[in-house]
Protein backbone atom coordinates (compact mmCIF):
# COMPACT_ATOMS: atom_id res chain seq x y z
CA UNK A 1 0.00 0.00 0.00
CA UNK A 2 1.40 3.22 -1.37
CA UNK A 3 2.15 5.87 1.93
CA UNK A 4 0.40 9.04 2.24
CA UNK A 5 1.67 11.70 0.23
CA UNK A 6 0.66 15.20 0.86
CA UNK A 7 -1.28 16.77 -2.48
CA UNK A 8 1.73 19.38 -2.74
CA UNK A 9 4.37 16.21 -2.75
CA UNK A 10 2.42 13.84 -5.08
CA UNK A 11 2.24 16.86 -7.41
CA UNK A 12 5.96 17.50 -7.66
CA UNK A 13 6.66 14.34 -8.21
CA UNK A 14 4.08 13.81 -11.07
CA UNK A 15 5.55 16.44 -12.81
CA UNK A 16 9.10 14.99 -12.19
CA UNK A 17 8.18 11.50 -13.65
CA UNK A 18 6.32 13.60 -16.58
CA UNK A 19 9.52 15.41 -17.33
CA UNK A 20 11.46 12.09 -17.26
CA UNK A 21 9.21 10.67 -19.36
CA UNK A 22 9.19 13.42 -22.30
CA UNK A 23 12.88 12.96 -22.04
CA UNK A 24 12.89 9.16 -22.68
CA UNK A 25 10.68 9.61 -25.98
CA UNK A 26 12.93 12.47 -27.08
CA UNK A 27 15.57 10.83 -26.67
CA UNK A 28 14.77 7.50 -28.24
CA UNK A 29 12.71 9.37 -31.55
CA UNK A 30 16.37 10.73 -31.51
CA UNK A 31 18.27 7.29 -31.55
CA UNK A 32 15.75 5.73 -33.60
CA UNK A 33 16.09 8.39 -36.38
CA UNK A 34 19.97 7.59 -35.99
CA UNK A 35 19.76 4.13 -36.15
CA UNK A 36 17.58 4.38 -39.36
CA UNK A 37 20.21 6.74 -40.60
CA UNK A 38 23.18 4.47 -39.66
CA UNK A 39 22.02 1.07 -39.02
CA UNK A 40 18.65 -0.14 -40.35
CA UNK A 41 19.06 -3.38 -40.13
CA UNK A 42 19.59 -3.80 -36.54
CA UNK A 43 17.75 -1.79 -33.90
CA UNK A 44 19.72 -1.06 -31.34
CA UNK A 45 18.11 1.91 -29.92
CA UNK A 46 16.32 -1.29 -28.19
CA UNK A 47 18.61 -1.58 -25.89
CA UNK A 48 18.39 1.41 -24.67
CA UNK A 49 14.66 1.45 -24.29
CA UNK A 50 15.16 -1.93 -22.51
CA UNK A 51 17.33 -0.06 -19.64
CA UNK A 52 15.56 2.96 -19.13
CA UNK A 53 12.16 0.99 -18.82
CA UNK A 54 13.11 -0.30 -15.21
CA UNK A 55 14.33 3.35 -14.39
CA UNK A 56 11.12 4.50 -14.99
CA UNK A 57 8.92 2.14 -13.32
CA UNK A 58 10.84 2.45 -10.28
CA UNK A 59 10.73 6.55 -10.73
CA UNK A 60 6.43 5.71 -11.24
CA UNK A 61 6.93 3.46 -7.87
CA UNK A 62 9.09 6.39 -5.93
CA UNK A 63 6.41 8.96 -7.08
CA UNK A 64 3.47 6.81 -5.73
CA UNK A 65 5.38 6.71 -2.72
CA UNK A 66 5.59 2.59 -2.97
CA UNK A 67 9.47 3.23 -1.27
CA UNK A 68 8.26 5.53 1.82
CA UNK A 69 8.62 4.23 5.20
CA UNK A 70 5.53 4.50 7.06
CA UNK A 71 5.68 7.01 10.20
CA UNK A 72 4.30 5.23 12.96
Do not use: C, Q
Not at 45 to 58: D, G, I, M, Q, S
Amino acid sequence: MAAHLAPEERLRRGRYVRLHLIAALMTLLVLIAANAITSSRYPWWLWVLTAWVPLFAAHTAWARGLFDRKES
